[in-house]
């Protein structure tokens, strides 16, 4: 499969790598036709999809079956009046009909929206409203649909609502389930299409695919109201890199990434690159995080390559690793937020395993990576992907020498766009003139570069600490602080201050058998110093019992300055 939209697929270096990496893309590309249908032509039996949940219940799909059943989807939905050009947003959990869905609005050229199910009614209206949505698809947990039925009166242009729920359905009676009347049973409407309308909606010929646009993502709003991120059909070849030569993803591995199907983290590790690679996703449709449950199916299932946000591997590094049989995992991976070195080091002890860091953004696919040429270095985010010019420059444009702090930018957008950035921010043209000017797109986040080129993350622009003339990156405070045992969780912020203008404060979560006391607070201010420079250590110190979080799971640094700025 590869080899349909690579020149190369091996490299000797990563200079090699850097040089010669280069993506054909088909003209008219769509991942459904491109992708799921020619890995079901070229083998009926490979497998897909391994599904499970927290009740017991497990499905398993192979290509040919997406293959099918998305066929089969479009034609039901194309009968419910979905057309090119029209919007749905899904708020769809982890069930497994996204995988078959997905697909399915590709063949029909409906701009499918992927969204949390943590949605309230307001961000619902404010979605609808937005994105002008002609469809919700919904699962029957009360939470969420009673949320999505409190915003339709605000949502007149919604003209259908369907719902879904999982199968087989273990423990079924005791589920809660909620739907009102006028909703559509998407598993059963779409059953109801036979084999023969399916097929002719398989080997029809699309119309859509290429420059079209195709996904549409809100932000997560770690600093405002979400902006829309649009996405056209060629995004998934972006991520060749992203599965490939980062997770290094073989055809016959079961890889799982821990991401709800709401953020583009799912279409960085659940979707797109892993089946471009022909990898087998693994989707836990879990009901709420648990590190034992969690290493549990990874053992169970003999999952093969593992990705997940450093706050998971936080709290699975507090479990007893030998009791469980990672023996099948070859591969763990990161994205998301920085990783702390600490973090790296007691999972790599407890399971051999080095955690390989990819950085990129809901924008884009892989920006910058541990790649195999070499061998990761805890707390970087990795050299630079081929697909993008990535530069650190200053506030004058110019380009930073090595150590030196600054912007992280992706030049040379005058030559084209690479194949896998946005689009720009959906009808949002003076956001997106902000962000994309002077030939370069301006990814909003600080680092530096070492000798060797590898890129070291210190934090968002608005979080930069200025203190006392110093500048100071809350990523290297948390990591200090990640290394004391008593912390489990923590967020540097900047706190207003009379005399120096701003201070450090840390906002910590404490690990399982620790008391927050004024003593621990001494001996974590005296850990700083001693791990880091001492002008850095946090003068304040906040014990907090959870961190404030956007829905998609980053720290809301911007809540915490906020709520400081109105003592």
């Given at each position: 499969?590869?080899?349909?939209?690579?020149?190369?697929?091996?490299?000797?270096?990563?200079?090699?790598?850097?040089?010669?990496?280069?993506?054909?893309?088909?003209?008219?590309?769509?991942?459904?036709?491109?992708?799921?249908?020619?890995?079901?032509?070229?083998?009926?039996?490979?497998?897909?999809?391994?599904?499970?949940?927290?009740?017991?219940?497990?499905?398993?799909?192979?290509?040919?079956?997406?293959?099918?059943?998305?066929?089969?989807?479009?034609?039901?939905?194309?009968?419910?009046?979905?057309?090119?050009?029209?919007?749905?947003?899904?708020?769809?959990?982890?069930?497994?009909?996204?995988?078959?869905?997905?697909?399915?609005?590709?063949?029909?050229?409906?701009?499918?929206?992927?969204?949390?199910?943590?949605?309230?009614?307001?961000?619902?209206?404010?979605?609808?409203?937005?994105?002008?949505?002609?469809?919700?698809?919904?699962?029957?947990?009360?939470?969420?649909?009673?949320?999505?039925?409190?915003?339709?009166?605000?949502?007149?242009?919604?003209?259908?609502?369907?719902?879904?729920?999982?199968?087989?359905?273990?423990?079924?009676?005791?589920?809660?389930?909620f739907a009102p009347d006028g909703?559509?049973?998407?598993?059963?409407?779409?059953?109801?299409?036979?084999?023969?309308?399916?097929?002719?909606?398989?080997?029809?010929?699309?119309?859509?695919?290429?420059?079209?646009?195709?996904?549409?993502?809100?932000?997560?709003?770690?600093?405002?109201?979400?902006?829309?991120?649009?996405?056209?059909?060629?995004?998934?070849?972006?991520?060749?890199?992203?599965?490939?030569?980062?997770?290094?993803?073989?055809?016959?591995?079961?890889?799982?990434?821990?991401?709800?199907?709401?953020?583009?983290?799912?279409?960085?590790?659940?979707?797109?690159?892993?089946?471009?690679?022909?990898?087998?996703?693994?989707?836990?449709?879990?009901?709420?995080?648990?590190?034992?449950?969690?290493?549990?199916?990874?053992?169970?299932?003999?999952?093969?390559?593992?990705?997940?946000?450093?706050?998971?591997?936080?709290?699975?590094?507090?479990?007893?690793?030998?009791?469980?049989?990672?023996?099948?995992?070859?591969?763990?991976?990161?994205?998301?937020?920085?990783?702390?070195?600490?973090?790296?080091?007691?999972?790599?002890?407890?399971?051999?395993?080095?955690?390989?860091?990819?950085?990129?953004?809901?924008?884009?696919?892989?920006?910058?990576?541990?790649?195999?040429?070499?061998?990761?270095?805890?707390?970087?985010?990795?050299?630079?992907?081929?697909?993008?010019?990535?530069?650190i420059i200053d506030d004058?444009?110019?380009?930073?020498?090595?150590?030196?702090?600054?912007?992280?930018?992706?030049?040379?957008?005058?030559?084209?766009?690479?194949?896998?950035?946005?689009?720009?921010?959906?009808?949002?043209?003076?956001?997106?003139?902000?962000?994309?000017?002077?030939?370069?797109?301006?990814?909003?986040?600080?680092?530096?570069?070492?000798?060797?080129?590898?890129?070291?993350?210190?934090?968002?622009?608005?979080?930069?600490?200025?203190?006392?003339?110093?500048?100071?990156?809350?990523?290297?405070?948390?990591?200090?602080?990640?290394?004391?045992?008593?912390?489990?969780?923590?967020?540097?912020?900047?706190?207003?201050?009379?005399?120096?203008?701003?201070?450090?404060?840390?906002?910590?979560?404490?690990?399982?058998?620790?008391?927050?006391?004024?003593?621990?607070?001494?001996?974590?201010?005296?850990?700083?110093?001693?791990?880091?420079?001492?002008?850095?250590?946090?003068?304040?110190?906040?014990?907090?019992?959870?961190?404030?979080?956007?829905?998609?799971?980053?720290?809301?640094?911007?809540?915490?300055?906020?709520?400081?700025?109105?003592?």
């Amino acid at each position: 499969m590869l080899s349909r939209f690579l020149q190369r697929e091996s490299f000797d270096s990563y200079a090699d790598f850097m040089n010669n990496y280069r993506v054909e893309v088909p003209e008219n590309f769509n991942f459904a036709r491109d992708v799921v249908d020619a890995w079901a032509l070229e083998d009926q039996e490979k497998p897909a999809l391994v599904w499970c949940n927290d009740a017991g219940d497990e499905k398993r799909m192979r290509f040919s079956d997406i293959s099918m059943e998305s066929a089969r989807a479009a034609a039901a939905f194309s009968k419910m009046g979905m057309k090119k050009g029209d919007t749905v947003l899904f708020l769809m959990k982890r069930r497994w009909q996204f995988w078959v869905y997905a697909p399915a609005f590709m063949r029909l050229g409906v701009v499918f929206i992927p969204a949390t199910v943590q949605l309230t009614k307001k961000d619902i209206e404010y979605r609808v409203e937005a994105a002008s949505v002609d469809m919700i698809i919904t699962i029957t947990e009360p939470e969420i649909s009673r949320a999505v039925e409190d915003a339709l009166p605000a949502c007149p242009n919604v003209r259908v609502v369907g719902y879904i729920e999982s199968e087989p359905l273990a423990k079924a009676k005791e589920k809660a389930f909620f739907a009102p009347d006028g909703w559509v049973d998407l598993n059963r409407t779409i059953a109801a299409i036979s084999d023969d309308e399916a097929i002719a909606m398989r080997d029809s010929e699309l119309s859509v695919g290429g420059k079209d646009p195709m996904l549409l993502y809100f932000t997560s709003g770690t600093t405002g109201m979400p902006k829309m991120v649009l996405h056209n059909y060629e995004h998934p070849l972006g991520h060749i890199v992203t599965a490939h030569y980062w997770q290094q993803l073989r055809s016959d591995d079961l890889h799982i990434s821990v991401a709800d199907t709401g953020w583009a983290k799912c279409g960085w590790g659940k979707i797109y690159g892993q089946w471009i690679c022909g990898a087998a996703n693994f989707v836990y449709d879990m009901d709420r995080f648990n590190a034992q449950d969690l290493l549990e199916k990874i053992s169970h299932y003999k999952v093969t390559t593992f990705c997940a946000p450093p706050t998971i591997y936080r709290y699975m590094i507090q479990e007893d690793l030998s009791k469980y049989d990672l023996s099948a995992l070859r591969m763990a991976l990161t994205a998301g937020e920085p990783l702390q070195a600490e973090v790296f080091n007691r999972f790599r002890d407890g399971t051999g395993l080095q955690i390989m860091e990819g950085f990129g953004q809901t924008e884009t696919s892989v920006l910058c990576a541990s790649f195999p040429w070499d061998e990761p270095r805890p707390g970087s985010m990795g050299k630079p992907a081929p697909l993008y010019k990535l530069d650190i420059i200053d506030d004058d444009g110019q380009s930073c020498p090595p150590g030196t702090e600054g912007r992280v930018v992706v030049t040379g957008l005058d030559d084209g766009l690479p194949v896998g950035l946005f689009c720009g921010y959906y009808r949002d043209e003076a956001t997106t003139r902000s962000v994309w000017h002077d030939g370069y797109y301006e990814t909003g986040d600080v680092a530096w570069r070492d000798e060797d080129g590898f890129y070291w993350f210190v934090g968002r622009s608005d979080d930069v600490i200025k203190c006392s003339g110093y500048r100071i990156g809350p990523f290297e405070v948390e990591s200090a602080l990640q290394t004391h045992r008593a912390v489990l969780e923590c967020a540097i912020t900047a706190a207003p201050d009379e005399i120096r203008g701003q201070v450090v404060k840390a906002t910590i979560v404490l690990a399982p058998g620790y008391e927050p006391t004024d003593d621990l607070k001494h001996e974590l201010q005296a850990h700083v110093k001693h791990v880091t420079a001492p002008y850095k250590y946090p003068r304040i110190i906040e014990f907090v019992t959870e961190l404030p979080k956007t829905i998609s799971g980053k720290i809301r640094r911007v809540e915490i300055r906020g709520n400081d700025e109105k003592k």
